[in-house]
């Protein structure tokens, strides 16, 4: 049973940093792609990191050059580095599974965490 869970979320003034974690059990972590997406109020969920089973990552432009998406695979252990947070960066935060071990696309995810919410404020 593939087992999801976030933390790390927060409140923090713009500008600042925050880092998320998910811890993963029930499946072999290592053999799946990995993102994190994100829900403000009113908006649809979008997919803004994704990293591979070789580690390959790949961003949404909203937060390129600002978030590092990585896993440890020894740990089972996705992460998320955000930086320079913008209150528009405000929303709660889910990290999901695809049982593939290449992804190119924000599709198709079909295991998810309970979230994580993160408020920035100006």
């Known amino acids: 049973q593939v087992q999801l869970q976030e933390s790390g979320g927060g409140s923090v003034q713009s500008g600042g940093s925050l880092r998320l974690s998910c811890a993963a059990s029930?499946?072999?972590?290592?053999?799946?792609?990995m993102g994190w997406f994100r829900q403000a109020p009113g908006k649809q969920r979008e997919g803004i990191a994704r990293?591979?089973?070789?580690?390959?990552?790949a961003y949404a432009d909203s937060v390129k050059g600002r978030f590092t998406i990585s896993r440890d695979n020894a740990k089972n252990t996705l992460y998320l580095q955000m930086n320079s947070l913008k209150p528009e960066d405000t929303a709660m935060y889910y990290c999901?599974?695809?049982?593939?071990?290449?992804?190119?696309?924000?599709?198709?995810?079909?295991?998810w965490g309970q979230g994580t919410q993160v408020t920035v404020s100006s």
């Open positions: 990293i591979d089973s070789p580690g390959s990552a």
């Open positions: 999901a599974a695809r049982q593939s071990r290449y992804c190119s696309t924000f599709s198709f995810f079909g295991y």
């Open positions: 029930g499946y072999t972590y290592s053999s799946y792609c």
